[in-house]
């Protein structure tokens, strides 16, 4: 039931205020949102285009012919009220490093990925460690579709449909021991196909973390899909995590080993620059990078460079689900 309340708040996308660490009072409008983004429909068709405007349509509609569809009905329950950014800037302006570091070089290199055949290997501290099929993993849960707020650490955000299931489900699956206090996600890196390797920027494989509690929340997805197809090259094929109300590089990409450990596991990008990038690295406006402010943000494909930047929300505006994850914790330190 509490998560059920804190649910109805996540569709306002009502901000914490900056002291508050504990979820506040729900407000009462969530049936007016409903009806506005067209959930009536939704819920009886499990079809994300009953939320588009008719113009929009067409943009959601085979975004990429050639590619695999993926069939997923949409979860109300974690629909931003955003606009949707559309699939050619999702999938044209990315972060991944392992194909170059300008934002374009994904969409220019990802080809030479290779996301079949693909096995993730699940071990550590679990009582049920094995190698999944990609196909297996698939088939694990029913697949949903999830629209999530996205930021990064730059100052850009998007709004984007993902398609997956809650990587608690998998954990549930797989057992975990009383010593498993973390979750590591280790990437693929195999210069044959990642050209981006050969720049030593990091240290590779690309490795990131959750602690265990982070991992099991219901907003964490394993996510193997986007607008309605299966998972492009250059956003993380065949298999990443999204954390919505983390920055995003937290979301590991082209995933090859999912770790259970006691520790708190060593992560690239906080191993590179620890004062610039910290572990939990939640979005808070109220914690400034040391190059740039959090404060505001820029969405990519609607703001203009002249139009005013939006106000960040506190953790991404899903302070109702994970706030009180960081009760009691300062969230300047453990940035």
């Not at 906080?270 to 610039?276: Q, S, V």
């Not at 572990?279 to 740039?292: G, L, M």
Request: glycine letters at 8%; hydrophobic letters at 40%; one cysteine or more.
């Amino acid at each position: 039931m509490l998560i059920k309340r804190a649910q109805r708040k996540l569709l306002t996308g009502e901000d914490l205020r900056a002291g508050e660490i504990t979820p506040q009072s729900v407000f009462e409008n969530r049936r007016r949102l409903l009806q506005a983004a067209g959930m009536a429909g939704l819920a009886a068709t499990g079809s994300f285009l009953g939320l588009a405007s008719p113009a929009a349509r067409a943009s959601f509609a085979s975004p990429d012919p050639a590619a695999h569809k993926l069939a997923a009905a949409t979860n109300p329950n974690f629909v931003a009220p955003d606009k949707v950014t559309s699939f050619k800037d999702i999938t044209t302006f990315n972060n991944f490093y392992e194909f170059g570091t300008d934002k374009s070089d994904p969409s220019q290199h990802a080809g030479t990925l290779r996301p079949h055949p693909w096995r993730v290997s699940v071990e550590g501290e679990v009582k049920n460690a094995r190698v999944y099929d990609i196909d297996e993993l698939l088939k694990l849960a029913p697949l949903e579709e999830r629209v999530y707020r996205m930021r990064c650490v730059e100052g850009w955000s998007m709004v984007i449909p993902w398609i997956g299931f809650p990587l608690a489900d998998l954990i549930k699956r797989v057992e975990p021991t009383g010593n498993a206090k973390y979750v590591q996600f280790i990437t693929l890196a195999d210069t044959s196909q990642m050209p981006g390797l050969s720049d030593p920027i990091l240290n590779w494989p690309y490795s990131e973390g959750l602690r265990m509690d982070e991992a099991m929340n219901p907003l964490t997805l394993l996510t193997v899909g986007l607008y309605g197809q299966v998972l492009p090259n250059q956003n993380g094929a065949p298999v990443r995590i999204v954390v919505p109300w983390k920055y995003g590089f937290k979301g590991a990409k082209s995933i090859v080993k999912i770790r259970f450990i006691d520790k708190e596991p060593p992560t690239s990008w906080n191993t590179y620059a620890p004062n610039e990038y910290g572990f939990y690295s939640n979005v808070n406006p109220n914690v400034d990078h040391p190059r740039w402010s959090q404060a505001t943000e820029r969405r990519i494909g609607e703001d203009g460079f002249f139009t005013p930047k939006r106000k960040t929300l506190m953790f991404n505006g899903y302070g109702s689900l994970v706030a009180s994850m960081y009760q009691g914790m300062d969230l300047r330190r453990n940035f």
